[in-house]
């Protein structure tokens, strides 16, 4: 059974639209991130947590909200979507640092397309 | 700050060839981490080996990387590329300590008949 599971796997919404991207984690990891992917620019982190409640900002932020409610669930927020954020989003859980606990598995994906 | 650096964004070779997709990074980190991460279309991105001591060949579903840290470079390399490899490649970093991964911008690699 998959252990990072994203929902829903595909969404179109419009520009000003409100958006609420899942994932849910039963890895029992303590460290859960949102990326982005797109053309030209691999994986950028959006947002990332080390436990329920805990919130760290990443690399492109800007747009976007997350919340961590338990150690399982992770929510990517777009409050005001637009065009630019049309991408594909992946959410990702780890252990911790180090070598043997810095591996990170990755949902299926989410593709959202902003018109 | 800590960066990976993947110089090649498209990687096109005749299937039977060597591969190799170059990853070079930078961090004020002694015992920095390296991986190679490969993502299949219409799949997850999964880990696919990860660097061991200095100077440490890895090896991992037919290929492997050897981190040298005198030159801050994991290179990922395969003798023989096969139709299936074609997939994009991406180059991590753990440097930091602070539990995330930096990545390198992704190499896609397509391999021909």
């Known amino acids: 059974e998959a252990a990072v599971t994203q929902s829903p796997r595909n969404k179109v919404t419009v520009t000003g639209g409100n958006v609420t991207l899942s994932c849910r984690q039963t890895n029992s990891h303590n460290y859960m991130y949102w990326y982005r992917q797109d053309t030209g620019h691999g994986l950028r982190l959006i947002h990332y947590s080390y436990g329920a409640g805990n919130l760290q900002i990443g690399d492109v932020p800007d747009g976007y909200k997350a919340t961590r409610t338990t150690q399982e669930d992770f929510f990517l927020l777009l409050e005001l979507a637009s065009p630019s954020q049309t991408s594909l989003y992946f959410c990702a859980s780890s252990e911790g640092w180090g070598l043997n606990y810095a591996e990170q598995f990755f949902g299926p994906g989410t593709r959202l397309t902003v018109l | 700050g800590d960066s990976v650096t993947q110089k090649e964004g498209l990687v096109t070779l005749t299937e039977g060839l060597p591969v190799m997709l170059n990853c070079t990074y930078q961090?004020?980190?002694?015992?920095?981490?390296l991986f190679w991460y490969v993502h299949y279309l219409n799949e997850s991105p999964r880990l696919l080996l990860k660097s061991s001591t200095d100077n440490k060949r890895t090896e991992h579903q037919g290929f492997h990387a050897t981190l040298h840290k005198s030159s801050s470079s994991f290179h990922l390399q395969k003798s023989s590329a096969q139709l299936s490899d074609s997939a994009l490649y991406y180059c991590?970093?753990?440097?930091?300590?602070?539990?995330?991964?930096?990545w390198g911008s992704g190499t896609k690699l397509i391999i021909k008949p």
């Open positions: 991590a970093l753990s440097g930091r300590g602070n539990y995330q991964l930096i």
């Open positions: 961090t004020i980190y002694s015992n920095a981490f």
